[in-house]
């Protein structure tokens, strides 16, 4: 608490006339940024009104959001595991969060005939699980720093993207 007091400027005192405990300092600080990662999801998807660019936009951003997050690796094991709970709870809440948020570009997009019909729900949740363990490959890989890897990383994304979304079999009808 004194080091977030001392940054800030102010008097320890002053911390705790908004905060209870630093349980809760933490708790806010975390809700915060699962609410601005939210936050430029939605921003990222609402640049289109096509499903297929939104979910692409979606799994884009949650990569560049989670490569920003990198400074985490700073948080001590020590006070990660103090505030653990905390930390599981958050994330709880924006698994279900991004999951019902890609749930709907998904519903859209099979409603407008641009999806086959599938199990929405058990798509969306595969799609975010997915990409949470590919996070947090990214977030635990050290070839990751550096921009040029991960513009290349990008890029290998963009492709299974685009083969997720159109896949290798040929249309019926089209020349081979």
Not at 137 to 160: G, H, K, M, P, V
Request: charged share 25%; proline share 2%; glycine share 6%.
């Amino acid at each position: 608490m004194e080091d977030i007091a001392c940054a800030a400027g102010i008097a320890k005192s002053s911390i705790y006339h908004y905060f209870q405990s630093k349980e809760e300092v933490f708790s806010a600080v975390v809700a915060r940024e699962a609410d601005l990662m939210l936050g430029s999801l939605n921003a990222s998807i609402g640049t289109s009104t096509r499903p297929d660019e939104r979910l692409s936009a979606f799994v884009l951003t949650s990569v560049r959001q989670f490569r920003a997050l990198r400074n985490l690796d700073a948080v001590t094991k020590e006070t990660l595991s103090e505030f653990l709970p905390l930390v599981r709870a958050e994330r709880d809440r924006l698994w279900d969060r991004n999951c019902a948020l890609l749930a709907g570009i998904i519903r859209a997009g099979v409603e407008g005939g641009e999806f086959r019909p599938c199990d929405v729900d058990a798509v969306a949740h595969a799609i975010v699980g997915v990409m949470q363990r590919l996070c947090s490959c990214l977030l635990s890989d050290d070839s990751a720093e550096t921009e040029e890897s991960f513009q290349r990383f990008s890029a290998e994304l963009a492709c299974l993207l685009d083969l997720f979304l159109n896949g290798l079999m040929a249309r019926s009808g089209a020349s081979s």
